[in-house]
C-alpha cells in the first residue's frame, strides 16, 4: 500500500511509562549505591563564595492516600540572591550575576525517611513577563513510580508576605484557599535557616501544579 506525497502521515503514540526504580542509577546513581559519574549532581548549590542567605529547603512527598513517598527525584531552578538566573535568557542586566551559583540542583528523599532536602540561598525578587515584579521563589520539578509526566509546582517563603500579595502567579491561582500549598514555613533548627514544603500529589491538600 503506497501513500501520496505530501499527504499527512500519524503515528501511533508510543504507550507512556511512569518512573521506574532505574531512574536513581541514571540521574541519582549515588543513592542508588552506584559510583558511576566524575561529577554527580547534587543538592547543593551553594559553595564558600556564594552571596546571600544561606537556607536549607526540605519537606516530604505524599501520594493521594496520603502515604509518603520514599524515593521521589527533584529539580529546583531558582534565581540568585539578587533575582537573577544564571542563563542568557534572564536580560535583568542591571542586577550581578553570581559566577559562584548555578541556581540549578537534583536531589532524592531519603528511602528510609521520605525527607528530600537542597542547601540553597533565599533567592532575590525577579522580575517576570511584561515587567511584573515576582516574590522570591524556587522553581520545582518532581518525578517518582506512578507519575507519568513529571510535575511541575514552585515554592514560596512564609517571611514574604507583603511579595505573595503581589505576586502575579499566585494570584492566578482562582482559589485563594490553596495559594497556601505553594508557601514553605520558616524555622530554624540548630542555627540553619530552614523552609519545609511537604508536596501532596492528589488528595485534599493537593499542591498547585503549572502546565510549563
Known amino acids: 500500500m ?8 500519524y503515528l501511533k503514540e508510543t504507550a ?20 558511576i559519574f566524575e561529577n ?21 512527598v505524599f501520594d493521594g492516600s496520603g502515604a509518603l513517598i520514599r524515593d521521589v527525584l527533584l529539580e529546583i531552578w531558582q534565581a540568585n540572591a539578587a533575582g537573577r538566573y544564571n542563563h542568557p535568557a534572564d536580560k535583568q542586566e542591571d542586577k550581578p550575576i553570581d559566577p559562584s551559583f548555578r541556581g540549578w540542583g537534583r536531589g532524592t528523599s531519603d528511602f528510609q525517611t521520605g525527607v528530600y532536602s537542597f542547601d540553597t540561598v533565599k533567592p532575590g525578587a525577579v522580575v517576570g513577563r511584561h515587567g511584573k515584579l515576582m ?7 518532581i518525578v517518582a513510580r506512578g507519575i507519568n509526566i513529571g510535575l511541575h509546582t514552585r515554592v514560596y517563603f512564609s517571611d514574604e508576605q507583603e511579595a505573595n500579595a503581589k505576586d ?7 482559589w485563594v484557599e490553596r495559594r497556601k500549598t505553594l508557601i514553605a514555613e520558616r524555622s530554624e533548627k540548630d542555627g540553619q535557616v530552614v523552609y519545609q514544603f ?15
Open 135 to 141: 516574590a522570591p521563589h524556587i522553581n520545582v520539578w
Open 198 to 212: 511537604d508536596v501532596h500529589i492528589q488528595g485534599p491538600n493537593e499542591t498547585v501544579f503549572f502546565d510549563v
Open 168 to 174: 502575579p502567579i499566585l494570584n492566578g491561582i482562582e
Open 40 to 60: 554527580n549532581f547534587g543538592n547543593v548549590l551553594v559553595t564558600p563564595e556564594t552571596k546571600g542567605e544561606r537556607i536549607r529547603l526540605e519537606g516530604r
Open 16 to 35: 507512556s511509562q511512569t518512573a521506574g526504580p532505574y531512574v536513581h542509577i541514571g540521574l541519582a546513581p549515588k543513592q542508588a549505591g552506584f559510583d
Open 2 to 9: 503506497f501513500r501520496e506525497l505530501n499527504t499527512p502521515f
